[in-house]
């Protein structure tokens, strides 16, 4: 992986506002909080400095660094509970078969909505409706 060179303090910043999940336009703005310029401006501007060869290699190293420290992936979490389902851990109950199995379908999106029903009544639901 190539060695970030030289950057700025506010392209660092734009590079930490990206690792830290945020859109390329506020990660400019959070960078640059002095830029007068419109929002197409800015976008164009994010945009530009998202594709700078320096930043993208100082973010690829960072998120590099990021899965090396993960001390369990969620393909391995994955792994583990389907061993458990399928019986091949030795000394697995059937309970712990039944809540891997209940364990991996959350993590893969499987269970369905929890569904919540929320009541009101009395004085908040007279708030609510009366502002």
Excluded: W
């Excluded at 992986?1 to 703005?29: C, H, N, Q, W």
């Excluded at 509970?81 to 078969?97: N, P, S």
């Excluded at 929890?114 to 009366?130: F, Y």
Aim: proline letters at 5%.
């Amino acid at each position: 992986m190539p060695r970030v060179k030289t950057m700025t303090a506010k392209m660092r910043a734009f590079a930490d506002g990206i690792l830290s999940g945020k859109e390329p336009s506020p990660a400019y703005v959070l960078a640059y909080p002095d830029c007068r310029a419109n929002k197409r401006t800015i976008a164009r501007k994010a945009h530009k400095l998202s594709n700078h060869p320096e930043i993208m290699a100082y973010i690829a190293q960072e998120r590099a660094k990021i899965a090396d420290e993960q001390l369990l992936t969620r393909k391995e979490a994955v792994g583990i509970l389907a061993k458990i389902a399928k019986g091949k851990d030795r000394g697995a109950t059937h309970r712990d078969k039944i809540a891997a199995v209940a364990q991996a379908s959350k993590m893969l999106g499987y269970d369905v909505p929890t569904k919540v029903e929320v009541k009101l009544e009395g004085s908040l639901l007279h708030k609510i409706r009366n502002g």
